[in-house]
């Protein structure tokens, strides 16, 4: 069976201070990796995608960075937070597209 | 209804009531999945109905969708508390890798 692993759980980080969040999905090779964010009441909106090793495609700027340095891993950073950007973080992966969306436990960030 | 930029509509209804929310799509789809999110949790799929089918059903829950008017909706019969949750329409774009989700429905059931 497949799992998607996304830490941290939580972090409170300062304004202007870096940011590493990580997910990892076992079980399923060469998945498709998203990674989405949702304000506090809010809807989930698409940053990025990967469909292989090493290419990442932006869907919206929130100077936010994506990478994928392993076929099971993706790493969403950037290197000064903003307030915008608390939120809950949410890394997602599906096994091709037009299909279902299996979502990780989701990050909380909250920027002070 | 939702989409997009809308803000999350809030709804809340008695046990044992029926309700249906909806949702408008902008993009040609062949599909539309439902997924509903419990609070400090990811999203999960609950129903999916393709572009060839009307109508679906999966215990309480009925699923239509309209292509020619690009709305699908999401109808739970005899609404549980534990049907209280986050509902959110999803559509991938053809094409693409673009999965876009539309503006969600914050759901009360009260006992």
């Known amino acids: 069976a497949q799992t998607i692993h996304q830490w941290p759980v939580a972090e409170i980080k300062a304004v202007g201070s870096p940011l590493s969040l990580g997910c990892t999905i076992k079980?399923?090779?060469?998945?498709?990796l998203y990674w989405y964010w949702q304000a506090t009441g809010g809807t989930l909106q698409q940053l990025f995608y990967?469909?292989?090793?090493?290419?990442v495609e932006s869907v919206v700027q929130l100077n936010l960075s994506a990478s994928r340095p392993k076929d099971d891993q993706f790493i969403l950073s950037t290197e000064k937070l903003l307030l915008s950007h608390s939120g809950f973080y949410l890394c997602?992966?599906?096994?091709?597209?037009?299909?279902?969306?299996?979502f990780g436990k989701g990050t909380r960030l909250t920027v002070v | 209804s939702q989409w997009g930029e809308e803000n999350l509509q809030a709804l809340s209804i008695q046990e044992g009531e029926d309700v249906t929310m909806n949702c408008s799509y902008k993009?040609?789809?062949?599909?539309v999945h439902w997924y509903r999110q419990d609070s400090g949790r990811g999203p999960a799929l609950i129903i999916l109905?393709?572009?060839?089918?009307r109508e679906k059903r999966s215990g309480r829950l009925r699923a239509t969708l309209d292509t020619s008017s690009q709305s699908s909706s999401l109808s739970i019969t005899a609404a549980q508390c534990e049907d209280t949750a986050v509902y959110f329409c999803?559509?991938?774009?053809?094409?693409?890798?673009?999965?876009?989700f539309g503006a969600g429905t914050r759901l009360k059931v009260i006992a």
């Open positions: 997602a992966w599906s096994p091709t597209r037009n299909t279902e969306v299996f």
């Open positions: 079980g399923k090779s060469s998945p498709n």
């Open positions: 990967s469909i292989t090793v090493g290419q």
């Open positions: 993009t040609y789809t062949t599909v």
């Open positions: 109905i393709r572009s060839n089918e």
């Open positions: 999803a559509t991938p774009y053809t094409g693409n890798y673009k999965y876009v």
